[in-house]
């Protein structure tokens, strides 16, 4: 099947990344959390870095399969993220706010668009959270967070690598970790994250509302070193309202992460790299990344 370059162009105008290239139709991008996500820290001050790359093997059409051609890309994307944890309760979980302001370098080499490079870099879309809850058992940990992706950063319509994606989107997150032994050793976590969408004003198409869960299953040794299995599952629910097709906008990955605590210094580590095996687009971007990302997160207490 032959697939005109004004058509994917035209797909592909509507943006396929932002903040950073994984994210399926919304700003979330998955997998950058993994081991225990889903675990209010305690009291206080926390700084947490996110530097996240990503290699875009093919794009994908709505069926999930690549598109003909040499198209491929790379996204780099710094993360920075401040989470105060307070002294607060309420419905008996701790309270926290929490920011996310992404630096992103994306490029992209697109066969597809007639053999174009396209490329851009600097501040994405900024994400402030009022609300965090965190709960507490012996052998359990739960959160639920809202927060919203403001459309702060630069959106060219006609740029697919422009760092903006030109609508804001709320963020509705829960999750929990269960900790099978006393000891806290082995452990099983899911956190999820459903997103809403305000209208792209460039296109004039509200994208669908999207549900990703992020899971992990870990071990830690004796030394305190973490180590685990890690993956993302991400689905569009809803179609894209006044995008080209119904199309649904899907996205599996599968990984493996090694974490270490120095309590001491008051300084957490991770490092994770994830494999996705499906990716297909939906009506909004035409097209959809499918790649490998490796991801190194710094958490320091302040």
Known sequence: MKYPTTVWLAALGASLLATPALAVNGHYPPGIEGLSAAA???????????????DVDNFNDSSGTAVPGDNSGT??????????????????????????????DIELDLDVAGGQRFEDD???????????????????????AAGHWF????????NPASVGKGYGSTM??????????????WNVSALSRYEIKTEQDDTGITPGDSWLVEWGIGHRLENGLELGLVGYDAWQLEADDGAPT???????????????????????????AYHEYDASAGGLK???SEGDALRLQLTKFL
């Open 246 to 272: 119904s199309a649904k906008a899907e996205r599996h990955a599968i990984g493996a992460e090694a974490g270490y605590l120095w309590p001491t210094a008051g300084v957490m580590l991770k490092a994770a």
């Open 151 to 158: 459309d702060t950063a630069d959106f060219e319509a006609d």
């Open 286 to 288: 035409g097209l959809e």
């Open 122 to 144: 600097g501040l994405g879309d900024v994400f402030v959270g009022p609300l965090i809850l965190g709960w507490h058992g012996d052998q359990w940990d739960a959160t639920f």
């Open 75 to 104: 996204v780099t994307a710094l993360a920075h993220r401040l989470i105060w944890i307070t002294d607060k309760t309420f419905l008996g979980a701790d309270y926290g706010v929490e920011a996310i302001v992404p630096m992103l």
């Open 172 to 185: 509705l997150t829960l999750g929990g970790v269960w900790h099978l032994d006393a000891e806290r050793r």
């Open 40 to 54: 209010v820290p305690p009291e206080g001050l926390y700084y947490r870095g996110y530097l996240l790359h990503y």
